[in-house]
């Protein structure tokens, strides 16, 4: 039997995918007859575009680029060359600094450019509402599927670590299934957090998902299939008999992590990755030994409890992986690294003469970490660590069992740059319950440190989801992340409601109107920040100049097209999305309507008249949107419809604009408010009861507007349903209060 498993974008590009390598290493001790190949797609996919090997994607856009800068403008002119030469050095002049902060924030920018592109693309066909062509799923995916049929495997399983990496395997999946006719399987640490039968009856052409740790469900499940009996293996979901089931893990099926061999990273190109040197993920644990955050979920996948392993066989993994891929750095991406531990790993790697360089990612404040530790764990090579501090205000850390103290944290970051040893703290913004006072108080210990935030968020499995009450939260419902013709895909995230104190969206915000502060400039994650710990990266407050925008950067590349002649139809529309992009409304309109006048071929017409009615329509224009698509006949797509729909409803016009929506449905779009207006013209036109339908879905899409409870309540009352008008009427009520209005 052949595996193939892969690891798909969209992950920042800079170390090689650790699960993937960890089951390559395990099946080819327990399992040696079956050959295992890894790939990491989100690599190759990066390099690809940064080098500008991908074809044009603009005609598969399904707006055609509207308000979007078209990433291969980023990329024009072998600036993609000059980020990889920036960012695959590690500076050590200020000018090389400079050039390294200009190189990762155009990079960020380009990531974000990305993922949102290929959002728009393959969104609406995950939740089965469009279909890819054959030329857009060839474009889209012909290194993979090429790859795969070049391979020829048995199965094709994915490793899914965040819900950017699900929405690419999911449509590549369905490509793999269709045109190799190669069975599709899922793991990876985001399963555990998900519901896989869900998933396995949204996508009927799935055949397996793993969830939980898969070392030894991987091994027992190729014993078995195809043909065998599942219901021997643990930590899978699968289907039989047309029925979907789950077969959870064994209690006593916990991984032996003194049994595991080292992970297999031999399959990856370890001098490709967007890195000055090659840094490998490793561990000395799995779960946490703390427990108790009551935020959150991350030691799901690996079924609670904590299992440590010895020392002796993390630094003689360190060793083997030093003489095997000539590297000299690691990164420790435990949960949770102990005091004890670091101690003993510390003596290890300086007995054995190991001259390494590591962080880690997992570090609480504890007393233990004193000075003398930090300088022990210094002296064998410990740089940088990632704190989760997560505030600077007792009451909170109290509310979230941290554990700690304020005057701890001082103490253990003083302690740290005492010993050399960089800390980068993290914070979580807008816990249930803060304050405008305490969030004042940690916006000023944010300026003082090198920092990252992130928006609380409430999750399937943390304590605080599963005792709302004890925080003070009321859990209003479950975020869904698809919705496809076969069933619904729930997020791991929950909305809430909190009675007192700022929400997320505020405290956010607030921090952000506060800014800056001394965060990582920009974030490329743990790896780039282990290895510029040894510089004044986390230190100097110089600031390099800002590098151009994506916009910026686009325009220019359109400049030189418009001045070798090479302007047409495209050309215009490249242009109008850098427009868009920057809230160049009137420039917009003015162009739209010279590329009309330019161009006659009726696709690129199409698109420029939508562009034009979106302009006018931000612009405030409705009659000028009608008067251009007309007021009768058929539009020739469904983005017409939708800006015709929203010219109308500007008008007050329920029932043409109703008309646009339902057309606009029926191909396949979306734009963001459509169900809102759907349901508002409903109920103008005296349909409650399809207002309520319509309504109902514009709240899974867009939870945080009140407005579209209170038209609920409204059609609720027409209905002459006054409890259920009354709970919409509360809902509302709740919204507002936790989005800070009156």
Not at 307 to 317: C, D, G, I, K
Not at 433 to 457: N, Y
Not at 472 to 495: C, D, K, M, N, S
């Amino acid at each position: 039997m052949k595996l193939l498993l892969a690891f798909t974008p969209f992950h920042t590009p800079a170390s090689p995918p650790f699960g993937l390598a960890c089951l390559k290493g395990a099946l080819a001790r327990s399992r040696p007859d079956v050959v295992v190949r890894t790939v990491d797609w989100n690599l190759a996919f990066f390099r690809r575009w940064l080098q500008g090997e991908m074809p044009d994607l603009c005609d598969h856009h399904p707006t055609h680029l509207l308000g979007t800068v078209c990433p291969s403008l980023i990329v024009d002119g072998r600036l993609g060359d000059r980020l990889l030469a920036d960012l695959t050095h590690l500076p050590q002049t200020p000018a090389e600094q400079d050039r390294y902060v200009q190189a990762a924030r155009i990079l960020d920018d380009l990531y974000n450019r990305l993922a949102a592109f290929y959002h728009d693309i393959l969104f609406p066909v995950v939740e089965g509402r469009q279909t890819l062509s054959s030329q857009a799923a060839d474009d889209l995916f012909s290194a993979e599927l090429a790859q795969i049929a070049a391979e020829q495997p048995d199965i094709v399983g994915f490793s899914i670590l965040t819900e950017h990496n699900l929405l690419y395997a999911l449509a590549l999946g369905q490509l793999v299934k269709e045109r190799l006719g190669i069975p599709v399987v899922l793991g990876g640490a985001m399963m555990s957090h998900l519901e896989p039968e869900e998933l396995l009856r949204a996508y009927p052409w799935l055949d397996v998902v793993f969830f939980g740790e898969a070392e030894n469900s991987l091994a027992h499940f190729v014993d078995v299939w195809p043909g065998g009996n599942l219901s021997q293996v643990g930590g899978i979901a699968y289907r039989e008999g047309g029925r979907v089931r789950c077969q959870p893990q064994p209690a006593h099926a916990q991984v032996d992590l003194a049994q595991l061999p080292s992970p297999d990273f031999g399959d990856f190109p370890l001098e490709e990755y967007v890195v000055p040197e090659p840094v490998l993920p490793i561990i000395t644990s799995r779960g946490c030994y703390w427990g108790k955050c009551t935020f959150c979920s991350h030691t799901l996948p690996y079924g609670g409890g904590v299992r440590v392993r010895r020392p002796e066989q993390v630094v003689a993994e360190m060793a083997e992986q030093m003489a095997r891929y000539g590297v000299r750095r690691f990164l420790f991406v435990d949960e949770a690294i102990s005091p004890r531990t670091l101690r003993a790993l510390s003596r290890e790697i300086r007995s054995r003469g190991l001259g390494v360089q590591f962080g880690a990612e997992g570090v609480r404040v504890e007393a233990a970490f004193d000075e003398a530790l930090l300088r022990e764990a210094y002296d064998a090579g410990l740089r940088w660590v990632y704190v989760g501090v997560e505030s600077a205000n007792q009451r909170l850390l109290d509310l979230m069992e941290k554990g700690i103290t304020v005057e701890r944290v001082e103490t253990f970051i003083a302690a740290c740059c005492c010993a050399g040893i960089t800390p980068q703290l993290s914070f979580i913004v807008g816990l249930p319950g803060t304050t405008r006072e305490e969030l004042d108080g940690e916006i000023t210990f944010m300026k003082r440190h090198p920092m990252d935030s992130s928006s609380f968020v409430l999750l399937l499995g943390a304590p605080m989801q599963q005792q709302p009450q004890r925080y003070g939260i009321r859990i209003e419902e479950r975020q869904v992340l698809y919705r496809t013709p076969q069933g619904v895909v729930h997020a791991p995230r929950f909305y809430f409601t909190a009675p007192a104190g700022l929400s997320p969206v505020v405290a956010d915000a607030i921090v952000e109107a506060a800014g800056p502060y001394r965060k990582m400039r920009p974030h490329l994650g743990e790896v780039h920040a282990l290895l510029l710990a040894g510089t004044d990266f986390f230190h100097s407050e110089a600031r390099p100049p800002a590098p151009m925008g994506g916009a910026e950067i686009a325009g220019q590349a359109l400049a030189r097209r418009q001045a070798s002649g090479q302007i047409d139809g495209r050309w215009f529309l490249h242009a109008l999305g850098c427009l868009e992009d920057q809230g160049r409304l009137e420039e917009t309109v003015a162009l739209a309507q010279a590329g009309l006048k330019t161009t006659r071929e009726p696709h690129l017409q199409a698109a420029l008249m939508l562009h034009l009615a979106a302009a006018q329509n931000m612009a405030g224009r409705p009659e000028a949107v009608v008067r251009l698509l007309g007021k009768n006949g058929t539009l020739s797509e469904a983005a017409l419809h939708a800006e015709r729909a929203r010219a109308w409803f500007a008008l007050g016009r329920a029932r043409p604009a109703l008309r646009d929506l339902n057309a606009m449905f029926k191909g396949g779009h979306e734009i963001r408010w459509a169900y809102y207006i759907q349901g508002l013209c409903y109920e103008e036109t005296g349909r409650p009861q399809q207002a309520l339908a319509a309504l109902a879905r514009a709240e899974e899409r867009d939870w945080l507007e009140p407005d579209v409870n209170e038209a609920r309540a409204r059609c609720w009352q027409q209905l002459a349903q006054p409890e259920q008008q009354q709970e919409e009427i509360a809902r509302t009520r709740r919204k507002r209060v936790s989005l800070g209005e009156p």
